[in-house]
């Protein structure tokens, strides 16, 4: 079956970093790209960007290009979602998706999403 | 650009619930739609345009005329209460409608 579990619900202060993750499991991590998707609170979905764990190839959408930093590790099967400076319009629920089409292009509808990781930014 | 309508259904049980999503440019067959039930992770119900995904019923069913697309879910049950998006992975980025939520009447 495949799952993807990401970290824990986060509370954070306005100018602190952040690392979340998202641990696939179930099917060859390597070979699918894993996006990021945001849900502002009581809001839509918004792309963020996506990575290619085999490569590490990464693109960003250009609203959150500069604004955080995609990465993963391929031995842990694991993708991350980080920040160096936390604001308070990061508050957020985040979720982490599966793609699947052309593993050549990063342009991918999300088969498996991850439960979501709940940013709360707040001083 | 994608245009989702109308922003909630309200759709009696057992009766039929469309829902519309409109592209501002050609996206070939390339649209997906999931659904979002309140608390949840979205989960996929269709893609290339009329693909219905595994786990999900024959009551869902997507289809298109050019840049319009369609999610019909022919006889609605209570466990559809969700707000259904719509995303385009024809052109980068990837780009989801602002969804509509169906209610049961």
């Known amino acids: 079956e495949v799952q993807l579990v990401q970290s824990g619900a986060e509370l954070k202060k306005p100018g602190e970093s952040l690392k979340i993750s998202c641990q696939g499991s179930?099917?060859?991590?390597?070979?699918?790209?894993i996006a990021w998707v945001r849900q502002m609170p009581g809001k839509g979905l918004e792309f963020m960007g996506i990575?290619?764990?085999?490569?590490?190839?990464?693109r960003y959408s250009p609203s959150f290009e500069g604004q955080v930093t995609m990465s993963a590790d391929k031995s842990l099967t694991t993708a991350y979602l980080q920040w160096t400076s936390l604001k308070a319009s990061d508050t957020a629920l985040y979720f982490c998706?599966?793609?699947?089409?052309?593993?050549?292009?990063?342009?991918?509808?999300?088969?498996?999403w991850g439960q979501g990781t709940l940013v709360t930014v707040s001083s | 650009v994608m245009t989702q309508s109308p922003a909630t259904l309200s759709v009696s049980p057992g009766e039929r619930a469309t829902l519309s999503c409109r592209a501002s440019?050609?996206?070939?067959?390339?649209l997906a739609w999931y659904q979002q039930k309140p608390g949840q992770a979205p989960r996929l119900v269709i893609y290339?345009?009329?693909f219905r995904a595994t786990s999900f019923p024959v009551r869902f069913s997507g289809s298109s005329s050019g840049t319009e697309f369609t999610l019909t879910i022919s006889s609605l049950q209570s466990e559809d209460l969700a707000v259904y998006y719509c995303?385009?992975?024809?052109?980068?980025?990837?780009?989801f409608g602002q969804g509509t939520k169906v209610e049961i009447k």
């Open positions: 290339g345009g009329s």
């Open positions: 440019h050609t996206i070939s067959n390339n």
């Open positions: 179930g099917y060859n991590f390597n070979n699918h790209w």
């Open positions: 995303q385009q992975y024809n052109n980068w980025p990837p780009t």
């Open positions: 990575i290619y764990p085999a490569d590490s190839d990464t």
């Open positions: 998706a599966r793609g699947r089409n052309s593993i050549f292009d990063p342009t991918q509808y999300f088969d498996s």
